[in-house]
């Protein structure tokens, strides 16, 4: 069996499980390989029941689902008439102070803080504007990859799969109701997918790739706002196949108010890419993110802030 390269954890793990098959699954499936006709029929319900990754697959609060949150770029928009449609931050603050919506008395940096990697992605982790880009942009074969080969002794599929965040967050030193202006900008998402089997049309995959992308924004560890889903899936069970795939967002420029319930908590705003692979013996699936940011000049070209409200 595949063993997973890196050491570093996911840290909302806990929230994503339900998008992959447990280990308990893994292992039914596994156990009824001798039996060919219950190995179809268990690996056939997991095929279905993961087939689908949105955010009803997460079991989240329809209340904390916002699918407005992010959305596709428009084309038709050029680039500069794009940067030209953003508002003020300070325009709005004007606004709501003077509607009595704010109170300027606390207001506190929300910054960049980095692109993380995690699981089986390979790296490098980015801290700042690299290549003109806030976040990942691949430049070695290696970079930014999630490779399974499909090592296993038997005809179940090995998942290998890897995430990589881009974060903003501010500690807010007082608890209470607070506004958040929320980073905007076009998120370049850019990538491809490769598959390979050597079965024939009758025999379950050989090989699969999913890349899902989702939006969370939290308070202490409370999920305050998500939004995102499956941009991308290829499978095979008999073909040598490469996809490649273009998702780019558009983050609208808003604000948004929540409720802090204690003095020193941490919001985190996390943009996140997860690659999912999954290869049986007779398989190779390999899934890659080419870019992965916001074009930059500097690595606070996004930065807001977070304002107390009364």
Request: glycine fraction near 8%; aromatic fraction near 10%; charged fraction near 25%.
């Amino acid at each position: 069996m595949i063993k997973e390269k890196r050491i570093k954890r996911d840290p909302l793990a806990n929230m994503f499980v339900r998008l992959r098959p447990t280990e308990d699954e893994l292992a039914k499936v596994k156990a009824a390989e001798r039996d060919p006709q219950k190995f179809v029929q268990v690996l056939g319900k997991l095929d279905r029941k993961y087939k689908v990754r949105s955010l009803e697959t997460l079991g989240v609060d329809k209340k904390l689902i916002n699918p407005q949150a992010s959305r596709a770029a428009t084309k038709e928009i050029t680039p500069t008439l794009q940067r030209t449609i953003m508002p003020s931050g300070f325009g709005v603050i004007g606004q709501l102070v003077t509607s009595n919506q704010l109170a300027c008395d606390c207001l506190v940096p929300f910054s960049f803080r980095g692109l993380d990697v995690y699981n089986s992605m390979s790296g490098p982790e980015m801290y700042e504007v690299t290549r003109g880009i806030i976040g990942a942009n691949r430049y070695g074969d290696n970079e930014y990859s999630v490779w399974n080969p499909g090592d296993t002794t038997g005809k179940t599929r090995v998942h290998l799969f890897g995430q990589m965040h881009i974060s903003f967050s501010a500690d807010l030193p007082q608890a209470g109701r607070w506004c958040l202006f929320h980073p905007s900008g076009f998120l370049d998402i850019h990538g491809h997918s490769r598959v390979v089997g050597h079965g024939n049309s009758t025999t379950s995959y050989d090989a699969k790739v999913w890349i899902d992308y989702f939006q969370v924004l939290e308070v202490g560890g409370t999920l305050i706002e998500i939004s995102g889903g499956e941009i991308h899936y290829d499978g095979t069970r008999s073909e040598d196949r490469t996809k490649y795939f273009d998702a780019d967002r558009y983050l609208p420029p808003r604000y948004l108010f929540f409720n802090v319930p204690r003095a020193g908590d941490t919001l985190l705003l996390t943009l996140r890419i997860e690659v999912d692979t999954a290869a049986n013996e007779d398989g190779l699936a390999l899934g890659v993110i080419d870019q992965f940011g916001f074009p930059a000049v500097l690595s606070h070209d996004y930065d807001t802030f977070v304002i107390k409200a009364p």
